[in-house]
């Protein structure tokens, strides 16, 4: 099973591809020249995604966290085994370069095994126990247990800027079949080929351990289908939530569906942030090259596609700062031309700078021109807080390898391009020890509507580890409470459920008294190994 | 300031009285015989909420966990304090007795005092710590810390049927001030003058903890503003988050409301339910006593108004059963006359019965009057799951005195009868020990669509409790993630936000490597104290 299967272009649900007559075909095209790829894709039809949905909510039982980590543990074999097929097809859907796609594929293997072993671990289904007592008065007080439960179906939505880490074999998914809610994937249509390489690793997978076939199912959607078997999917009654990760319009629109729903559920959608950077005047003077190193290859890696690239930057105005922005304008013009996703990305991007420059007090720094026939190049605009304000529109992202500089006249205006920025998935701050008595109060503040703040730092490159949080406040995420990224992610797909006075063999081996699995739990307020 | 105050019909809001001039004015009334009680309330305007919501805009700020504690447990000295006048007033305008809404007073300065000790302990903010690994190749590990922080304003929608624990001063209110959140409060119009004197506790306490008058205010709403009131609040930009226990249909307009919004915010909406109770023939043989005087008690307390009474009990037919559906309908129609909350309460009641005992083989067990001007004593029905089956209205929740017997052919079908109950706050399961192979592999299904398995007891007397689950799937509640009693309740008004590479001095305390608040917390995986 580890040879790399060949593609077929179909959908693959309860285990099987589906057969693709009459289903509107599209094709990937190449990002680096827009030609049409090999191989002829079929898009899910409204039958297959009942199919895909009620296979799912057919194999929703009760699965052991062994069988469940397993089943991650193997897909993250399959998929390091098929790495060299799926980096290579990753490549031309993408335009994504080598390296950073074999990263991104250890990036993915990485998070299927993390939460294998925190699902094996077992801690994280955050189990409460309250010992009753049968002589409290006026009424005996009950013995009540509660720990988390999975939701059922999670219907997740791959992102077109990372083809495998937040794909079909993502963190969504892999969190979701690590909580024990089956999944079905829609597949974003400008890596189906990569799409379908990935989801075939995860159906293997689900064979070789047994599990219901409806454990899993992906869904082509492309051409004429492209939006409709997303929100088919949506509305489907079996699905019971939905990870996104996208555009801040279609994360909207998908999570307005989900709550006018007859049963509304819910919609974690990560949908893009500006990240502003704050250079606090010391930082300025004193760590101008770590600076302009770190924010250069922060605005420039992957052509700029993170949503966690910083969009503002917002500095003081004064010599220091002039130094570093223009350091950074040459660091940056020395940048090599790099393949955006897609001819409708490097367009959206590019007519969204021209629009940008023509304001008024707008001024672009360096090269004329971004995108030339071998590929883009970073831009740098620069303006000054009062024109921000006045222009909302500058401070909405901008999907490419660009920043914005935003002059202030002091600290003060720091903060307040802090309010103008809105929820954020980061907030970046670089200062020095002078700079610590302004930090101290404003700290907060700049931070405010964000989820992650970085020091000295950059905000791309989000670590996977039990801490983090990617997240934040309305519009950078529909569910600020919720992280994609990092331990806490399976908590998405569950709900705490309570057992009250229910006998211990009926309970449960995590809520059994004698707590044969060894987790961690808060037994009468206090945590106990 | 224990003296009780006298009521103004005003709200409250910036910590005084607003001034009546022109508001819509509204009267309660006596629960028991329908008279207007003295004291014309006045509705808030759309500029008293635009001052209330701004208010707690403008209070939103970061306090200490100390500070939190003190107004909490002020709020509860308040309330006990001034306990005999709130009771009283709360007698006249809910019809509730005394014994109940005494129980009710010391319900809710409990549940005060146990947040003030959560949030006094600290534990509570779920801290995770990565430590960086600079040595790391091929890219340095950051350090990582996380926690979770307060969301922003939360409005509170207070429940009729509990005028204290779930309404002005409840369990919604004390978990949002525990949280750091301000908190403005829509109130009830059945008990506007008991809402007055619980919410002047409050201000009270704000006013001497020196908070900022913003951190709490309270909203008349009666009258032709009654509905407009909630419709401005939980659309308003201040507004981050909403609190609500009430109907089903009030609840989904808000929580639609909120999900249409320019930035969309969570409502946690807890809706009522059916509260399934499933006997198994075992404990039908063994244990017919207990589940009378348990069941019928439950049915019949506070005149059935309880969002957790059970509404539908299952049984499978047989001589055992049919002595005890005897016995419950005796001991049921032995109750008491009870007033209801309101005329409109005991009219949809009463209405609702009518209806469903005229469907075909539904049967009405005992006296054939449930409503007499002495007041309103429960009601059996009684049908068969087939007949439920074809009649879905049979298995909505019924909000009175009474309950629905679901005759069953056998055990299957009472896995049956569980699905067609759908979402619901509990599932309540009697059994012997012949049951337990049944149970072994039924439990799970019998409890899917729950928030809470109780065996053996009743679903009625929600225990405060950190393992406490008071949610359950759709239509019971509108987040099924969250529970609104228990100690996961401050969760809801919280988001995670990290910290990367964060220099010590400028962490909160909760996240510095001393862990100076000597707080539980997640360290590179483990648990330490």
Do not use: Y
Request: hydrophobic letters at 45%; glycine letters at 8%; charged letters at 20%.
């Amino acid at each position: 099973m580890t040879t790399t299967p060949s593609l077929t272009g179909s959908s693959w649900i309860l285990g099987a591809p589906t057969e693709p007559l009459g289903a509107p075909r599209f094709r990937a095209r190449a990002a680096a020249d827009g030609r049409e790829l090999a191989v002829d894709f079929h898009a899910a039809s409204e039958r297959d995604v009942g199919l895909a949905a009620d296979g799912a909510r057919g194999a929703f039982a009760a699965t052991t966290f062994d069988v469940r980590a397993r089943l991650l543990e193997r897909v993250a074999e399959l998929l390091a085994a098929r790495g060299a097929a799926i980096v290579e097809r990753a490549m031309l859907e993408t335009g994504l370069a080598r390296p950073r796609l074999e990263g991104e594929l250890a990036r993915t293997t990485n998070q299927l095994r993390t939460f294998a072993a925190l699902v094996r671990e077992g801690s994280w289904v955050d189990v409460a126990i309250d010992h009753g007592d049968l002589a409290r008065a006026p009424l005996p007080k009950p013995d009540v247990r509660s720990m988390l439960v999975p939701l059922g179906p999670v219907a997740v939505f791959g992102a077109s800027n990372f083809p495998l880490a937040f794909s079909v074999a993502g963190g969504d998914t892999a969190s979701a079949l690590a909580s024990g809610c089956p999944v079905v994937v829609k597949g974003h249509p400008l890596h189906p080929g990569t799409g379908e390489l990935a989801a075939r690793a995860i159906v293997d997978a689900v064979a070789e351990c047994e599990l219901a076939p409806g454990t899993f199912a992906f869904l082509q959607a492309g051409g004429a289908r492209e939006v409709a078997v997303g929100l088919e999917l949506v509305r489907h009654p079996a699905i019971a939530a939905v990870g996104f990760t996208g555009s801040s319009a279609a994360g909207t629109t998908l999570t307005r569906e989900a709550a006018l729903r007859a049963r509304p559920i819910p919609v974690f959608a990560e949908m893009g942030s500006t990240n502003p950077v704050f250079l606090l005047p010391g930082a300025v003077r004193e760590k101008r090259d770590a600076i302009v190193s770190a924010l250069s290859a922060s605005i420039a890696g992957s052509a700029g596609q993170l949503c966690t690239r910083p969009g503002i930057v917002g500095f003081v105005r004064g010599h220091a700062s002039d130094a570093l922005v223009e350091r950074l304008a040459q660091a940056l013009g020395a940048s090599a031309p790099q393949t955006m996703l897609s001819s409708a990305h490097r367009d959206a991007w590019h007519e969204r700078i021209e629009r940008l420059q023509r304001l008024e007090r707008v001024q672009r720094l360096g090269a004329a021109t971004a995108s030339t026939a071998a590929g883009v190049t970073p831009v740098l605009l620069r303006t000054d807080l009062a024109t921000l304000e006045e222009a909302p529109e500058l401070a909405e992202e901008c999907f490419g390898p660009s920043a914005l500089l935003v002059e202030c006249a002091n600290e003060d205006e720091l903060v307040d391009l802090a309010q103008q920025a809105g929820g954020t998935l980061t907030v970046t701050i670089w200062s020095a020890a002078s700079d610590r008595a302004f930090l101290s109060w404003a700290l907060p503040l700049l931070a405010r509507d964000s989820g992650r703040i970085v020091h000295d730092g950059v905000p791309t490159g989000v670590e996977v580890c039990a801490a983090m949080v990617h997240s934040g406040p309305f519009p950078a995420c529909s569910r600020p409470d919720s992280t994609s990224v990092g331990a806490r992610a399976i908590r998405r797909w569950c709900r705490p459920m309570a057992f009250q006075n229910v006998p211990d063999e009926l309970l449960p081996d995590e809520l059994r008294e004698a707590n044969p699995r060894g987790i961690t739990r808060l037994v009468d307020g206090k945590w106990r190994a």
